[in-house]
């Protein structure tokens, strides 16, 4: 059985940094790319960053210089360093494998989802 855990959220200040964590059980997603996404209440779910096997990534333009997505393909494990947080980043955060070695920005190209991580930035 595939299973994500993601880990790492909680309340942070405005500026602050928080560390996000995704780690996979249940088979080895190495070949496939590996996603981040959000969602805000009232909002649908957005695309905020992708990252291959080869570890390249993508970002959403919203997070460009402040987030750096990574991952331990020995581990089964992706990180998402978040730093220079705003209020507008709240939300809660979804790890995501896709269906490809591709990282697509829609929901649509993930199969296999985490239960979420909330994250709360005051301002």
């Known amino acids: 059985q595939v299973q994500l855990v993601e880990s790492g959220g909680g309340l942070v200040q405005a500026g602050g940094s928080l560390r996000l964590s995704c780690a996979a059980s249940g088979a080895t997603f190495s070949s496939y790319a590996m996603g981040w996404f959000r969602q805000a209440p009232g909002k649908e779910r957005e695309f905020v960053a992708g990252?291959?096997?080869?570890?390249?990534?993508h970002y959403a333009g919203s997070v460009k210089g402040r987030f750096t997505l990574s991952r331990d393909n020995a581990k089964n494990t992706v990180h998402l360093q978040m730093n220079s947080l705003k209020p507008e980043d709240t939300a809660v955060y979804y790890c995501?494998?896709?269906?490809?070695?591709?990282?697509?920005?829609?929901?649509?190209?993930?199969?296999?989802w985490g239960q979420g991580t909330q994250v709360t930035v005051s301002s």
């Open positions: 990252i291959r096997s080869n570890s390249n990534t």
């Open positions: 995501a494998v896709s269906s490809s070695s591709w990282v697509v920005t829609g929901p649509w190209g993930y199969n296999y």
